[in-house]
T-cell receptor, first 115, second 114 residues
Framework: KQEVTQIPAALSVPEGENLVLNCSFTDSAIYNLQWFRQDPGKGLTSLLLIQSSQREQTSGRLNASLDKSSGRSTLYIAASQPGDSATYLCAVTNAGGTSYGKLTFGQGTILTVHP | SAVISQKPSRDICQRGTSLTIQCQVDSQVTMMFWYRQQPGQSLTLIATANQGSEATYESGFVIDKFPISRPNLTFSTLTVSNMSPEDSSIYLC???????????FGDGTRLSIL
């Protein structure tokens, strides 16, 4: 059974810092990995999708890397801003059969960026 | 990406009643899913909504408790039946436009059972 772990559970940083969020998964046979953010009282916003054949994806100040063989992904946020404050969720889709699209989520990292 | 609308956005219900949640997408999508997010927890997949046939449920979720319909490629409903306080959660609809594309979520339905 796939298990996804995110470290740290919470992170508080001053504005302007570069930061890294970590995600690990137990079964390396994945189809893809997706990073989301969730604002309080809101649904999920997709940030980056990394296919299993890819090593990284970038969008603006966000960069996500994937090391499938070791079961790890990192989300790098450059020059953090108070608007980045949210819960960041990592989720994987297992490869094979009827698993496509079925996301297994980590518990999330609660990020607070203070001015 | 597809625009997803969920209704209602929130509700407070009495124990023993049922509530149907609607998920409407502004374009045809390949796949639709329903997730639950219990208070302070991450998301758990309830089922895959299959167009024109019975949904595929994950372990721990059954059709009698969470009947799902998907009559076409843009619409699905989830019913939470015979509700108890333990069903108080956020219920989220998600879609994949096409294979290989990101999964997108609606804003969720916040359900409280008294």
């Amino acid at each position: 059974k796939q298990e996804v772990t995110q470290i740290p559970a919470a992170l508080s940083v001053p504005e302007g810092e570069n930061l890294v969020l970590n995600c690990s998964f137990t079964d390396s046979a994945i189809y893809n990995l997706q990073w989301f953010r969730q604002d309080p009282g809101k649904g999920l916003t997709s940030l980056l999708l990394i296919q299993s054949s890819q090593r990284e994806q970038t969008s603006g100040r966000l960069n996500a890397s994937l090391d499938k063989s070791s079961g790890r992904s990192t989300l790098y946020i450059a020059a953090s801003q108070p608007g980045d404050s949210a819960t960041y969720l990592c989720a994987v889709t297992n490869a094979g059969g009827t698993s496509y699209g079925k996301l297994t989520f980590g518990q999330g990292t609660i990020l607070t960026v203070h001015p | 990406s597809a625009v997803i609308s969920q209704k209602p956005s929130r509700d407070i219900c009495q124990r023993g009643t049922s509530l149907t949640i609607q998920c409407q997408v502004d374009s045809q999508v390949t796949m639709m899913f329903w997730y639950r997010q219990q208070p302070g927890q991450s998301l758990t997949l309830i089922a895959t909504a299959n167009q024109g046939s019975e949904a595929t449920y994950e372990s721990g979720f059954v059709i009698d408790k969470f009947p799902i319909s998907r009559p076409n490629l843009t619409f699905s409903t989830l019913t939470v039946s015979n509700m108890s306080p333990e069903d108080s959660s956020i219920y989220l609809c998600s879609v994949i436009d096409r294979v290989g594309q990101p999964q997108h979520f609606g804003d969720g339905t916040r359900l409280s059972i008294l």
